[in-house]
């Protein structure tokens, strides 16, 4: 399966701060990635859809303008928390879809292993 | 819209004993179904899923899962779990070309 990397893996950073988030498909291209929220002992809550050369599309209750998501390329997609307070803390996963997949692969999602924001 | 239900949230089960993990869905058109595990802090991983053909879809690991249409479920199975089979599991669906729909996870605890 195609491979997603996620830097960094944990970041612990001051309140008001700003942390930014790269997702990386390795051995693909992904037109469209998208970023998850998760809080401990909770599912993932889709934050935004990210496709390359345009505008995110954030769900309903996401701040766009703390959480910055640009996909400049088609195998880099960024999220950027601005102005960072503790109740941001929590774990962030990207996935990406391989539009170019063989087969039944491009329905797919494949998901990076995530990274631990910690806002002190 | 699409949701789904993952009825139990923490399925205890002893080493080599079978499990079945329930995951229900709702939508009004056809869906692509898929389960994930997730172990503490890591990311998803694919264990299996349905996008067409034969229900009885197997997985990695030793997991397998059928697709019901009719009563809308695609639980997962195992006959013999491992203690290495402690983790998180989750069921999701999505529309073609669409994002996925969570469900809320299901902690399998195995004991010696």
């Known amino acids: 399966g195609a491979v997603v990397s996620q830097h960094p893996s944990r970041v612990i950073c001051k309140s008001g701060t700003s942390v930014k988030i790269e997702c990386r498909s390795l051995?693909?291209?992904?037109?469209?990635m998208f970023w998850y929220r998760q809080f401990p002992k909770q599912s993932l809550m889709l934050m935004a859809t990210?496709?390359?050369?345009?505008?995110?599309?954030?769900e309903q209750g996401v701040e766009k303008d703390k959480f910055l998501i640009n996909h400049a390329s088609l195998t880099l997609s960024t999220l950027t928390v601005t102005s960072a307070h503790p109740e941001d803390s929590s774990f962030y996963i990207c996935?990406?879809?391989?539009?170019?997949?063989?087969?039944?692969?491009?329905?797919?999602?494949?998901f990076g292993p995530g990274t631990r924001l910690t806002v002190l | 819209a699409q949701s789904v239900t993952q009825l139990d949230s923490q399925v205890p089960v002893f080493e080599e004993a079978p499990v079945e993990l329930r995951c229900n869905y709702s939508?009004?058109?056809?869906?692509?179904l898929f389960w994930y595990v997730q172990y503490p802090n890591q990311g998803l991983q694919l264990l299996l899923k349905?996008?067409?053909?034969?229900?009885l879809v197997k997985g990695i690991n030793g997991f397998e899962a059928e697709f019901n249409k009719s009563q809308t479920s695609f639980h997962l199975r195992k006959p013999s779990v491992h203690i290495s089979d402690t983790a998180e599991y989750f069921c999701?669906?999505?529309?073609?070309?669409?994002?996925?729909?969570f469900g809320s996870g299901t902690k399998l605890n195995v004991k010696p």
């Open positions: 996935s990406a879809r391989d539009f170019n997949g063989r087969g039944m692969e491009k329905y797919e999602q494949f």
């Open positions: 051995d693909f291209q992904a037109t469209t």
């Open positions: 990210s496709n390359e050369g345009s505008k995110a599309t954030y």
């Open positions: 939508s009004s058109v056809s869906v692509y």
């Open positions: 349905y996008l067409s053909g034969s229900t």
């Open positions: 999701a669906v999505s529309l073609p070309f669409n994002k996925f729909y």
